[in-house]
């Protein structure tokens, strides 16, 4: 509503009612003075009824956000600290509340020191944005999420208060695998960054634990110093065991075997391997289908955190004595193997992931011979009522976990998609889970990537149980975490992030060691902000008149005023 027009109105309003409620014809010396009243109280009504603006219009007072990330004292120089305290303190000078953003978003005091391990400033602007202020945030120009300030409030500046330069190398980032077995070649590359100007080579030293592995020089990276050396140092977590490993083998490859190995490496974080029978005694592996001799084959099956087996089921020993203790048995049919239609999946270790399916949807399996001994998981027949073959069974033989599966035909549910395709990933998805869920490491959550920093959350991926426990202890001062991840639906869940250090402890039961490097705010800054004005003007607002509380007690007072005066008079 127009302010004039609304204004005009609540004064009509007021003059019509006081009028009404004292006429001309009202005889009594207090009449102009009643008039007065109820017309004021009237049209202070009707303005809180409309909401009507009220006062001089004025830009609304912002939210001042202030970078207390450590960023500001990685050259070991305050100064420049000291003047974003004194911007901050000027922006508050003209009203508005104060937030303080790094690792977290919180209200108070501004601190002596800078210490956050991170600058993200995404939730003060969220919190303008949802009160629709404007936002003044001050900072040296290292903003983790820069791309956030786009979504503020017109009116919204951004303060950059630069840091002095040093001069300092620093390591950025580290690629390596997470895991490798005994006798692998791993590769792994260094981002190296520099400040200052160019004198001296750069050289890195390699180390496993404590024992050195190398040294590399980079000849183009050069810096005439190394102002801050905390950043010199990068940890990542590595595993070397030749166990935890899914291997497969097939000595009839066919679409099912491929689509089963595609499943497997969606559905869990361990390395793969998959080889291939062509020929009475001749092996390919898949990738780089180069030969392979039998015995390495055989050797790679044994102790292997999970075994597929398809085809010949005992072409690389009898599954009893192949030392892993979950195997997933597949065996194709014959070429005149019967089509069957699924019919149920009963109670079983599997229950959980197949209970969903819709099986009158399914594609017909090819069905050999019916599975022997166990818990039936899954059952087809050719028709009613369904008595036929049992397509799929669950053992437990001691501390061995077994799926066979007798039928063929499931890479049909994942070609036809929707509904089937599926039942295809809960069928793959469901069985690994029960197989490695008893088998420790295997079935434990791991770390996403290897390099963690303090100040970033900390990602794992999903093992074989949709929630995990992470308990964990600090070397250098015993501090101890202990967080809860909730996979959900997802392959990824991240916990709160861990200060610097070696840290220590379990995840789900298994020993878990995760090196935790300096913050990344001690690295060289990359500005990714410049001093602005975000989304232009603020325009100007004037208060409602809900928004000033004064209007209430005066539009009571004078209505309390006006019924005194009436009874004095002798007015009803």
């Known amino acids: 509503m127009n302010a004039l027009f609304g204004w005009a109105l609540a004064l009509g309003g007021g003059l019509v009612v006081a009028w009404i409620a004292y006429p001309a014809s009202t005889k009594q010396r207090l009449r102009p003075l009643l008039l007065v009243l109820r017309v004021v109280s009237v049209v202070l009504v009707a303005a809180l009824v409309l909401d009507l603006p009220g006062g001089v219009a004025r830009p609304p007072a912002p939210l001042v956000a202030l970078d207390v990330s450590a960023s500001w004292l990685r050259n070991g120089d305050s100064s420049a600290w000291r003047r974003a305290r004194d911007s901050a303190g000027a922006a508050l000078s003209l009203g508005g509340e104060l937030l303080l953003f790094g690792g977290s978003t919180r209200q108070g005091a501004i601190p002596m020191i800078a210490s956050d391990p991170a600058s993200l400033v995404a939730p003060a602007v969220r919190r303008a944005v949802a009160a629709g202020k404007p936002i003044v945030i001050v900072t040296d120009g290292g903003l983790d999420d820069a791309d956030v300030l786009q979504q503020a409030v017109a009116g919204s500046r951004v303060v950059v208060v630069p840091v002095p330069g040093a001069a300092d190398r620093a390591v950025v980032d580290v690629s390596a695998p997470g895991e490798a077995r005994v006798g692998d070649t791993v590769t792994l590359l260094a981002r190296v960054r520099a400040d200052g100007p160019s004198r001296n080579a750069t050289s890195l030293r390699w180390s496993l634990g404590d024992a050195p592995l190398g040294d590399a020089?980079?000849?183009?990276?050069?810096?005439?110093?190394d102002a801050f050396p905390q950043n010199d140092t990068v940890a990542l977590a590595f595993r070397r065991d030749v166990r935890q490993r899914v291997v497969i083998v097939s000595t009839a490859p066919d679409p099912d075997i491929r689509d089963v190995a595609t499943a497997l490496r969606a559905n869990i974080a361990l390395p793969t391997d998959a080889y291939f029978r062509i020929a009475p005694g001749r092996w390919l592996r898949?990738?780089?289908l180069m030969p392979v001799e039998e015995s390495a084959v055989r050797a790679a099956v044994r102790g292997a955190s999970l075994a597929v087996l398809h085809g010949d089921t005992s072409a690389v020993g009898a599954p009893a004595s192949l030392g892993t203790r979950a195997l997933l048995l597949l065996s194709p049919p014959a070429a005149d193997a019967q089509e069957l239609l699924v019919r149920s999946a009963p109670s079983s270790p599997l229950q959980g992931a197949l209970a969903g399916l819709v099986v009158e949807s399914l594609p017909p399996l090819l069905v050999a011979a019916p599975a022997r001994g166990g818990v039936v998981a899954l059952s087809a027949a050719p028709g009613m009522p369904a008595t036929g073959a049992i397509a799929i069974v669950a053992t437990i033989d001691g501390d061995v976990?077994?799926?066979?599966?007798?039928?063929?035909?499931?890479?049909?549910w994942r070609a036809r998609g929707g509904v089937s395709q599926v039942a295809?990933?809960?069928?793959?998805?469901?069985?690994?889970?029960w197989l490695l869920g008893a088998r420790g490491r295997a079935a434990a959550a791991t770390l996403f990537a290897p390099l963690t920093r303090a100040g970033s959350e900390v990602r794992w991926r999903r093992g074989a149980q949709a929630w995990s426990i992470v308990a964990l202890t600090r070397d250098r001062d015993r501090l101890q975490r202990r967080d809860s991840l909730a996979f959900g639906g997802s392959i990824l869940a991240a916990m709160p992030p861990l200060g610097a250090g070696i840290w220590r402890g379990t995840v789900d039961g298994v020993p878990v060691v995760i090196p935790v490097s300096a913050t990344k705010e001690w690295l060289p800054r990359v500005i990714s902000v410049r001093s602005q004005l975000l989304n232009g003007e603020a325009p100007a607002v004037r208060r409602s008149a809900r928004a000033i509380g004064w209007l209430y007690l005066a539009g009571v007072l004078l209505l309390a005023v006006e019924w005194l005066l009436r009874r004095r008079a002798g007015l009803r």
């Open 286 to 288: 898949e990738g780089e």
């Open 217 to 225: 020089t980079v000849p183009a990276l050069a810096a005439g110093g």
């Open 401 to 412: 976990r077994r799926v066979v599966i007798t039928a063929a035909g499931y890479s049909r």
């Open 424 to 433: 295809f990933q809960a069928l793959i998805g469901g069985a690994t889970d």
